[in-house]
Each structure stands twice: as C-alpha cells, then as structure tokens.
C-alpha cells in the first residue's frame, strides 16, 4: 500500500518536537561552552602579555642603568646600583627573564641574533657567540628582545 499525502505532511509527534528541542540544547549549550572556553583563554592571555608593551620600553632604561653602573664602577651600596636592583627584580616578578649569556655556546636562532661576524681562532670555535652586544629577554614563553651576538665563523 502506498501512504496517502495525509500521511507523509503529518503533524510532527510530541517525540519529534522533544527531540528537535533536545538537539537545539544540545547546540546551544556546546556553542555556549566553546565560547566560555574561549573568552577564558583570551583573559588568561590578555593577563600575561597585559605589560609587555610596557616592560619592553623599560629595557632601554635597564640597559642605561647596567652601563652606568659599568662605567663608573658602583658598588652595591650606591643609589644607581639599588634603583637597578629594584626595577629588575619588579620586571622579575611580572614575569621578564634574562636570555642567559651565552658566550662560548652555539648560537640559537631561537634567542639570538647575530649583528656580526669575525673570524674564528680555531675549528673548535667556529659558529659559537663570541661577544653579547645587547641582552635579550623573554617575557612567559614570548621573546620580547632577542640577544645581539658576534659570532665567529
């Protein structure tokens, strides 16, 4: 037997309706928790690089302090050397580490950056950091500056 129009246009069943609803929750609801998963992670993010752009106009200044204090051979004692200390163990605890020196290693393009070559004494030194012009820094996992280095080659 063939089913008449009547049949196949048929009001949908109160199961039909519960499950077009339950599968509009569903939806809904995973929409939902995406979008908190999301605006989560953006906060987090937001909170961890909130400075960065403030930090990074304050290397200029460290690095003037760290060459004063150079030039002029201060002690641990002097105003220079306290306000050195203060500021880099502030920028510390937002998070701002120092690219750890790295003469006599390989360079790593990660960290470094090369401004010069010279040439290399011996095989044994060829391709490793020579001298560190400038220091780099990272901010969490994000290079804020990278090293200046002189390789040899």
Same mark, same amino acid.
């Given at each position: 037997m063939k089913k008449s129009?009547?049949?196949k246009n048929k009001? =949908?069943?109160?199961k039909d309706q519960l499950h077009i609803e339950k599968d509009k929750y569903l939806?809904?609801? &995973?929409?939902?928790?995406?979008?908190?998963?999301?605006? &989560?992670?953006?906060?987090?993010?937001?909170?961890t690089t909130a400075g960065q752009d403030i930090i990074t106009g304050l290397l200029p200044i460290l690095d003037d302090l760290e060459r004063a204090i150079k030039a002029?051979?201060?002690?641990?004692?002097?105003?220079?050397?306290? $306000?050195?200390?203060k500021l880099k163990s502030e920028l510390d605890k937002r998070?701002?580490?120092?690219?750890e020196d790295a003469v006599g290693k390989k360079i790593d393009t990660d960290y470094h950056e090369v401004i010069s070559?010279? =040439?290399?004494e011996?095989?044994?030194?060829?391709?490793?950091?020579?001298?560190? $012009?400038?220091?780099?820094?990272?901010?969490?996992?994000?290079?804020?500056r990278f090293a200046k280095v002189v390789v040899s080659n």
């Open positions: 129009k009547a049949t009001k =949908p069943t109160l939806r809904l609801f &995973a929409e939902f928790d995406n979008f908190r998963k999301r605006t &989560a992670k953006e906060r987090i993010d937001l909170f002029n051979n201060y002690t641990e004692d002097h105003g220079v050397v306290l $306000i050195y200390n998070g701002l580490k120092e690219i070559k010279i =040439p290399a011996n095989k044994k030194s060829k391709g490793k950091i020579v001298d560190v $012009i400038e220091k780099g820094y990272v901010l969490g996992e994000k290079v804020l």
